[in-house]
């Protein structure tokens, strides 16, 4: 399939929408009074330090809401706005924030359900309204909604967008893709499907075995198996890692993607030198501003003096969770959650663990003054910040 042919004829379409509908003013409203918070604007205007009580609270100075989900959000309500009584659904959550995807069920805008792991559009009817979220959605979606004639509205990040131009680069010229991310996330799910040929890898780890493989060979089965479900179908190890370029999901950590890029270009221009090196490897800058732009908010912070760490975010946000990393590489006690509700009491709060399930942890918030440090990922309002900033004060005080 020519995927770069029909995103061209799809855009063309009247039925395919990637702007507004001219209700930014009623949206603006609803946003604002929704996620917009008074108290998280004076602690901004506070250079991002603010005390109550025998609470300090040091706040990132780069967190939640980006540019690509604040659109993306804004654009689901304008549809909502302009197609008052169609039947609209939405492919996925719209960003990976629980508050958010309950206000557009609140909207009556339906989800895709998910059947043993596979979507179910069985009930999107011709004429339908669908919403592809920020992460953007598979080609095989964006072609299955065409043809059952819906209304498409397509709130995907341009971030996400750049990172779809990247690997059709890489397949006109017999390029495999090599995707830093996570196979099963939406994103990188959406990305693969415009590459002919690819192969996720979900860490510098993962990266390095592939390497090695392209450098010294190895078990081919094993190889297999080590990324079953993270490579394109026919994909041959010995043959399709000849030619790589790079790309990656756009919330994984900056610089992880970026030690990928070079360790590829590294082993080959060690297996074919450096007059064809470019015969062999493609890079190209994909790497989200906002997402650098949190994480390096995130770096600052914690170098702070914090007794603890509130990470704020969705538990299936990439984004957030790579937040998480960095106060856990620093050794401060931190603390994932996705809402004010989490916060069960003074003596007990209910988290997500790096790489573990939900956990209930005991003694969370130390006695006497304390200095928290907070942080929410790209996909939070500033409205549930406030909340756990507020929660948080109210213990102690």
Not at 245 to 258: D, F, H, R, V
Request: net charge negative; proline share 3%; aromatic share 8%.
């Amino acid at each position: 399939m020519d995927t770069k042919a029909f995103r061209r004829t799809l855009q063309k379409s009247e039925s395919y929408h990637r702007k507004g509908f001219g209700h930014e003013e009623e949206v603006a409203g609803v946003m604002q009074s929704a996620y917009q918070s008074p108290l998280i604007q004076a602690i901004r205007d506070n250079q991002y330090h603010f005390t109550q009580g025998n609470v300090t609270i040091h706040l990132a100075q780069a967190f939640g809401f980006c540019w690509g989900v604040e659109r993306a959000v804004a654009m689901a309500y304008e549809t909502r706005q302009h197609f008052p009584d169609e039947r609209i659904w939405i492919t996925n959550e719209i960003i990976h924030n629980p508050s958010v995807n309950q206000h557009l069920r609140d909207m009556q805008v339906e989800f895709i359900a998910l059947i043993q792991g596979e979507k179910d559009f069985s009930g999107v009817q011709p004429g339908d309204v669908v919403i592809l979220p920020a992460f953007g959605a598979s080609v095989q979606e964006m072609q299955l909604l065409n043809d059952k004639g819906c209304k498409i509205i397509d709130t995907t990040c341009p971030w996400v967008s750049k990172v779809w131009n990247t690997v059709e680069k890489h397949k006109k010229k017999a390029y495999t893709s090599i995707i830093h991310g996570k196979y099963n996330h939406e994103e990188t799910v959406a990305t693969s499907s415009f590459a002919d040929k690819y192969l996720v890898v979900l860490n510098l780890d993962q990266a390095e075995y592939v390497c090695h493989y392209i450098l010294k060979g190895g078990n081919r089965e094993e190889l297999m198996a080590k990324f079953a479900q993270a490579y394109s179908q026919g994909f041959d190890p010995d043959i399709d890692l000849e030619r790589v370029g790079i790309a990656n999901q756009t919330t994984m950590l900056k610089s992880e993607t970026e030690q990928i890029g070079k360790l590829f270009e590294r082993t080959m221009m060690k297996k074919y030198g450096p007059a064809q090196l470019n015969d062999h490897f493609q890079s190209f800058n994909t790497i989200c501003d906002a997402t650098q732009e949190r994480q390096d908010a995130m770096l600052s912070l914690v170098e702070e003096d914090v007794d603890l760490m509130i990470v704020i975010g969705g538990f299936n946000s990439s984004n957030t969770t790579h937040l998480q990393e960095m106060a856990i590489a620093r050794n401060i006690p931190s603390y994932h959650i996705d809402a004010v509700d989490r916060i069960l009491s003074p003596a007990q709060i209910e988290h997500k663990p790096l790489g573990r399930g939900i956990e209930v942890s005991d003694n969370w918030l130390p006695e006497g003054k304390i200095t928290v440090g907070v942080t929410s990922g790209a996909s939070t309002p500033d409205k549930v910040v406030e909340d756990i900033i507020e929660k948080i004060f109210a213990l102690k005080n």
